[in-house]
């Protein structure tokens, strides 16, 4: 088993979702479970959807429309006009809207948690949907049975037991799983969050339980380079990597991977790939003992 993992900027349109599915579909003699973010920059869409909540302001119904319109324009883009897709994100949206009436809890991290997570729902929705009825059979897992933690909301620590024992036990079995980043749930079942940009952490915690045999995390970089291309011109791809170096840069923030990935990976020496998704036949990094 392989796990996978694409970040917002792999799907934050039509094209990247259709650019997933090729590349999903080269490894399709592979098992895999695949780990997706939410689309582009919607998680912060979701947090402002959280302070407009919270502020009683009027524009929080403005912003859910467009949260909406956001998912079904891209999923326009690739289904047809009669597609279950449509309703599946319409009843998210209606979910995401009962639990804000419903809420009474002040408590902001915590309302947070539960609301933050219907980004991620809303990508697997879509992704799982879009494989499926292009041939490439999948089922959809809801990363929150599985990814157990405390109730420390946006910033949840993992209870590994519990989380493995869900992974061993309940996990179907199947050859292309598709689950959400970020997400997990405490001893009650609410939602909570791992921190911002934790999906590269989802993916090292299935890989853990799973004794996968690696984890690819796919980036809109050809890897992970000597520096943030964002800030340098002239940077260098690494192609291999210690764990020990990628904690180092990911600890100093090398933000190309999330510092809390790597330990889980090094513990069972699961080798970690970083590659492109916009070149996805190149070898980006390896990360290894
Ligand atoms: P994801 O789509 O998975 O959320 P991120 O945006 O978190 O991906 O990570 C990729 C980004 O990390 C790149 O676009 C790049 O700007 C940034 N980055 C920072 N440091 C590095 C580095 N040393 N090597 C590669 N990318 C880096
Ligand atoms: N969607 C979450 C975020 O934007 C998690 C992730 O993308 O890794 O922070
Ligand atoms: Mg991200």
């Not at 524009?59 to 467009?66: E, P, R, S, T, V």
């Not at 999923?75 to 279950?84: E, L, T, V, Y």
């Not at 590994?160 to 079942?189: R, V, Y």
């Amino acid at each position: 088993m392989k796990v996978f993992k694409f970040g917002g900027a792999s799907v934050k349109n039509a094209e990247g979702v259709t650019n997933v599915f090729k590349i999903l579909e080269s490894f399709k003699n592979s098992k895999l479970l695949v780990v997706i973010s939410a689309m582009g920059k919607t998680t912060n869409a979701l947090e402002r959807i959280v302070d407009l909540y919270f502020a009683k302001d009027n524009a929080l119904n403005q912003d859910i429309d467009a949260l909406k319109r956001f998912h079904v324009d891209i999923a326009s883009d690739i289904f047809p006009n009669h597609h279950d897709v449509f309703e599946s994100i319409q009843g998210i949206i209606d979910d995401l809207l009962a639990t804000l009436k419903r809420n009474k809890s002040t408590q902001y991290d915590f309302v947070y948690d539960q609301i933050v997570s219907y980004g991620e729902l809303l990508s697997t929705t879509i992704v799982s949907a879009y494989l499926n009825q292009n041939g490439l059979q999948n089922i959809y897992v809801d990363a929150r049975e599985f990814i157990k933690t405390d109730t420390t909301h946006r910033d949840a620590k993992v209870d590994w037991e519990t989380t493995q024992s869900s992974i061993k036990n309940n996990l179907p079995e199947h050859n292309l799983i598709i689950t959400q980043g970020f997400i997990g749930s405490d001893a009650n079942n609410f939602t909570t969050t791992l921190g911002r940009e934790g999906s590269d952490y989802s993916a090292g915690i299935f890989a853990y339980c799973l004794n996968a045999e690696s984890v690819s995390i796919w980036k809109d970089v050809p890897g992970v380079l000597n520096a943030d291309p964002r800030v340098f011109e002239e940077t260098q791809l690494l192609h291999h990597i210690s764990y020990g170096e990628a904690i180092e840069l990911a600890f100093y923030g090398a933000s190309v991977i999330h510092p809390k990935t790597l330990q889980p990976l090094q513990r069972k020496e699961i080798p970690l790939f970083v590659k492109s998704f916009q070149n996805p036949e190149e070898e980006g990094t390896s990360v290894k003992k």
